[in-house]
């Protein structure tokens, strides 16, 4: 059962525009919700991560937005740039049980110059 | 700093062969994973560990066996493997509970 759903499964976006990568989830229980990005080839690394008590969490070009209440949140890459594409996942987990990563399926970006 | 090393990075397997997949973490951390991904289907946890000596079941555990002998290495075997086995394996470590993931190069298993 996929705990954490995840759209779009793919996306373009121009050089320069903004790209927006959507999650949801139904535990309430989960109390840390990661951004990895993979590269072809290469294992997922962190990119930024938010914790509950806040609504939105910003690192440069890459912003997390957090809705607790509609159970949500979503990735935006502003200013996206051709080196941004990558497959993206979102991911969660709970500190009291369960210790992995909950990941959505991935979406994957192409940015075209 | 290496920080997670998985051996071998390509493998060949025939229907029926066993395998053991080796991961070495150097960042001593206490937690390790083993995930699989397959086009679509995002990455999905096998087996994990919270510490030396301690294994558990994640979402997709048949068919695999891990142990965690010593706090820097997470080994996952197949003893019969199957097509349906066929994956990217990724072992992945963190220091602590809901703290960064750290994970390795990945390895390409082909089962024929």
């Known amino acids: 059962q996929q705990q954490v759903k995840q759209s779009p499964q793919s996306l373009i976006v121009q050089k320069g525009g903004i790209s927006i990568i959507n999650c949801a989830y139904e535990n309430t229980a989960f109390d840390y919700f990661p951004w990895y990005q993979q590269f072809p080839g290469k294992g997922p690394a962190l990119l930024i991560a938010i914790r509950p008590d806040v609504s939105e969490k910003k690192e440069g070009r890459f912003t997390i937005s957090f809705n607790k209440s509609a159970k949500q949140f979503s990735l935006h890459i502003m200013d996206s740039q051709p080196g941004d594409s990558a497959t993206y996942f979102c991911?969660?987990?709970?500190?009291?049980?369960?210790?992995?990563?909950?990941f959505g399926k991935g979406t994957s970006l192409l940015v075209t110059p | 700093n290496a920080g997670v090393t998985q051996t071998p990075k390509f493998r060949v397997l025939k229907t029926g062969q066993s395998m053991t997949l080796l991961c070495a973490q150097d960042m001593n951390h206490e937690y390790m994973y083993w995930y699989r991904q397959d086009p679509g289907m995002g990455l999905r946890l096998i087996h994990y560990s919270v510490g030396e000596g301690t294994t558990a079941k994640g979402e997709v555990p048949d068919g695999y066996n891990v142990s965690r002998l010593k706090k820097q290495n997470f080994l996952l075997g197949l003893e019969s493997a199957a097509p349906s086995q066929t994956s990217v394996y990724f072992c992945?470590?963190?220091?602590?509970?809901?703290?960064?993931?750290?994970f390795g190069q990945g390895t390409r298993l082909t089962v024929v």
């Open positions: 992945a470590s963190t220091l602590t509970v809901n703290t960064e993931a750290f």
């Open positions: 991911a969660a987990s709970m500190t009291n049980s369960g210790y992995a990563l909950n």
